[in-house]
């Protein structure tokens, strides 16, 4: 699996090993998001992410005056302080993460936006909710309030020309990855 590059875009993700739920709470959620703000920001622009119970994906820019090799570590240091404190509330033992994170480099504006809206709403992918605003744990939520957030939103909503577009596209139920590549 290739490095991180700075400069570059990616969509990344992993699921809980052997299909474990990564998520069995709110506070959950809120703890691993706290964690991404804390090991990514310094060196990622986020452009989306969905939290599912047992997977998650982000997508994500390399920034470019970053150290390559600190940039990846951040992120394994970020999956590495959620798992230890998950196992030690769940008084569990373990790799809770399937694998390394796995990624995928995006390489062209037009499948940067099937990725977020793919991202944005993997929730009714998957059928967890029928729509995207139910869903409480995207991004979707970060790009259509006036909260601070972990999303570029400048960025995100000039990819889409704005936010009814945004909407618009996150909100399709039948987005497949592998069709739009």
């Known amino acids: 699996m290739s490095k991180l590059e700075a400069g570059k875009t990616y969509h990344i993700y992993n699921q809980g090993n052997n ?6 709470e709110a ?6 998001l706290g964690k991404v703000e804390k090991y990514f920001l310094p060196y990622f ?3 989306a992410y969905c939290l599912l119970k047992n997977h998650f994906h982000i997508v994500l ?15 394994s ?11 030690k509330m769940y008084k569990r ?3 809770l993460f399937r694998d390394r994170f796995r990624r995928k480099e995006i390489d ?5 936006k099937n990725v977020i809206a793919y991202v944005t709403s993997n929730a009714i992918h998957h059928s967890f909710k029928e729509s995207v605003i139910e869903w409480p744990w995207s991004s979707y939520h970060d790009m259509t309030n006036d909260k601070e957030s972990l999303v570029d939103k400048e960025f995100v909503l000039e990819l889409f020309d704005g936010i009814e577009n ?10 497949d990855l592998e069709e739009l590549e």
């Open 166 to 175: 945004y909407k618009l596209f996150s909100s399709q139920k039948d987005l």
């Open 77 to 87: 240091n970020c999956f590495n302080a959620y798992a230890k404190a998950f196992n």
């Open 27 to 32: 506070t959950n959620y809120e703890y691993f």
């Open 19 to 24: 299909g474990e739920s990564l998520f069995k």
């Open 93 to 95: 033992s373990g790799s």
């Open 108 to 112: 062209n504006e037009n499948y940067l």
């Open 61 to 75: 820019r390399v920034r470019d005056e970053v150290d390559e090799n600190k940039a990846a570590q951040s992120i």
């Open 45 to 47: 622009d986020i452009y």
